[in-house]
């Protein structure tokens, strides 16, 4: 298992933040980073299961582990989704989190995944492009 992490400084306060992760609209914008035409289906409470998809039908489900406003989201990935159908994977501890912390200048936004080491050159190519349309939406949306 690999552990990466990624942080941009956002001159927003944590409520944007979060508003723009999770939006239905400003979701679908910035994890274009990923996957152009993603989408998740479910709620984010705690002890929930979450389904990722790409436009068609692919992705990933997780349970969501933390979820404290503003402040924390925690994704345990547990498989994968072909055309709609669930298949369990053994991916261990397979986690994501997103942390905001406030500070003067607004806000930094803290990307930490865990993951199995083939999805590792993915990560580190896609994440900072995501965090960084994070930032454009959280920075410049009315």
Do not use: C
Request: hydrophobic content about 35%; overall charge negative; cysteine-free.
């Amino acid at each position: 298992m690999e552990k990466l992490s990624f942080e941009i400084q956002i001159n927003a306060d944590p409520e944007k933040v979060w508003n723009v992760l999770w939006g239905e609209i400003t979701y679908r914008q910035w994890t274009t980073a990923f996957t152009e035409g993603s989408f998740y289906e479910g709620t984010l409470e705690e002890g929930s299961i979450v389904k990722f998809f790409d436009p068609h039908n692919n992705g990933m489900y997780s349970r969501v582990e933390k979820n404290i406003a503003h402040k924390e989201m925690k994704f345990l990935h547990l498989g994968e989704i072909y055309d709609g159908v669930e298949s369990p994977q053994n991916w261990g501890e397979a986690t994501e989190a997103y942390i905001l912390e406030e500070n003067e200048d607004g806000t930094v936004l803290k990307g930490e995944i865990q993951t199995p080491a083939e999805f590792k050159e993915f990560f580190e190519s896609k994440f900072p492009k995501a965090l960084g349309i994070v930032k454009n939406l959280s920075e410049n949306q009315l």
